[in-house]
């Protein structure tokens, strides 16, 4: 029910945070990027997901089109969108096909499939993705249909489950962290780059954790104020951050510049300036914001993304028996819905063949009606009206069951029997389904 979703794309396991950064898709670029892939593969409709963590195609295949050849048309595709040779993504793109497919989506739309295992920011992040992907008209009536099913599977997981439960994600990562590296956070400051929603955990997570003063700097003011209000913080221009640098402890990053923000000459002075007491900065933006040269220097802590794996691992073992639940949930959604779409698909088989049905009653009614009017033979009318209905009524099932009988398929034959109501069994039956 799904050999037409093909889905491709890189992630915190198959690759490293330079891969994943270099082929990251700016928001302000993703309609012009979702044209692209339609114009130039084989794909009819798109959706491009692009986190931190994450750069992914849904995707919709031609009829009758190869799936491995479509897919590796996408990676081609994005190599060429971003300036690469298409062997940089050769072996760390990830492809999946139909079913497989359709149950990625889900686990990633559950967050079963992020970094920290259950996080909830990837539902939400996944949703406006495909918001997006349909204001651009990359959309159509399949992943219309099946975006949804998946947002609702994914749902019935955090609800049936305790895979959301606790504040966990890469900006409750970072809080943590820096808690073991300063015994006291009310005696520290923290500077934070950057207004979304990553953010707006950290600085919640560092409110409860009791943190001593929140710099909130962002490249809109009003922003940072909106959410400095929140969490009695201050709002500064991003563009005053490395003039503030120096009071920080602690810098967490996480913007959507495709440049650095924080070059290692700025963190050098001001080191100089903290007269060289300790700043952990934790950078969980892809692009990064913090240049990779600032971990050579003395009593600066840079972490990326990556590098908060051994947090991330301890909350994927304390999730791992909910996790477990939720594949069980996520398999009998997906057994579900190819039951569900089966059915419809029977639904709209019955219907277009009752419309073909009645079209032809109704040209035979049409002759018939006409010969009466001047005046024909009324028995000889009836006879040929029953014998065209018949004839044409028996022509298609006819010619396809004489095509399956040349084709040597009896099981098909044996099933179109039963279709046709020439079963023994079938025939037992009290009621028969009759066009009306």
């Not at 990027?33 to 491009?48: C, D, Y």
């Not at 063949?353 to 079209?359: N, V």
């Not at 065209?388 to 084709?407: E, F, Q, S, V, Y």
Request: hydrophobic fraction near 40%; proline fraction near 4%.
């Amino acid at each position: 029910m799904f050999d037409d979703l093909i889905a491709i794309g890189i992630n915190h396991d198959s690759a490293s945070v330079d891969t994943r950064e270099r082929v990251a898709f700016a928001p302000e670029k993703v309609p012009e990027a979702l044209t692209s892939v339609i114009g130039e593969t084989p794909v009819e409709e798109a959706v491009i997901l692009s986190t931190c963590n994450r750069t992914e195609l849904y995707a919709v295949l031609p009829k009758g089109g190869d799936p491995t050849a479509v897919a590796n048309a996408m990676v081609d595709w994005i190599a060429r969108f971003h300036g690469l040779p298409p062997s940089a993504l050769s072996t760390c793109t990830y492809r999946n096909h139909g079913e497989h497919a359709m149950t990625h989506l889900v686990r990633v739309a559950a967050g079963l499939n992020s970094m920290i295992l259950g996080e909830p920011q990837i539902f939400g992040q996944l949703k406006s993705a495909f918001a997006v992907a349909e204001d651009a008209g990359a959309t159509g009536s399949r992943l219309n249909q099946l975006f949804p099913e998946a947002f609702r599977i994914a749902k019935k997981v955090r609800t049936d489950t305790a895979i959301g439960e606790n504040p966990v994600s890469v900006a409750y990562a970072a809080v943590d962290l820096a808690s073991h590296i300063f015994s006291d956070l009310s005696r520290c400051t923290a500077l934070v780059l950057g207004a979304g929603e990553t953010i707006e955990l950290v600085a919640r997570h560092l409110k409860d954790a009791k943190l001593g003063k929140l710099i909130i700097a962002n490249r809109t003011l009003l922003r940072a104020q909106n959410l400095a209000e929140q969490f009695d913080a201050e709002a500064i221009m991003l563009a005053d951050a490395p003039e503030r640098l120096h009071e920080a402890d602690i810098v967490i990053s996480s913007t959507g510049s495709q440049l650095p923000i924080l070059g290692k000459g700025a963190v050098e002075r001001a080191i100089k300036k903290r007269r060289y007491r300790p700043v952990l900065m934790a950078d969980l933006a892809v692009p990064r914001d913090v240049e990779p040269e600032v971990a050579e220097l003395s009593d600066v802590y840079l972490y990326t993304v990556d590098d908060l794996r051994e947090v991330i691992e301890e909350n994927k073992r304390l999730r791992a028996s909910e996790a477990s639940k939720a594949d069980e949930i996520i398999v009998q959604g997906i057994v579900e819905l190819q039951a569900e779409l089966r059915s419809r698909r029977s639904s709209e088989v019955v219907r277009n063949y009752r419309e073909s049905a009645i079209a032809i009653q109704e040209s035979e009614l049409e002759r018939a009606l006409k010969a009466l009017e001047k005046g024909d033979d009324a028995d000889e009318i009836i006879r040929r009206l029953a014998r065209n209905l018949t004839n044409k009524l028996i022509h298609a099932p006819t010619t396809g069951l004489r095509r399956l009988a040349r084709d040597g398929d009896d099981l098909q034959v044996n099933k179109a029997k039963i279709l046709l109501g020439l079963d023994d069994d079938f025939n037992d039956v009290d009621e028969q389904p009759t066009l009306q």
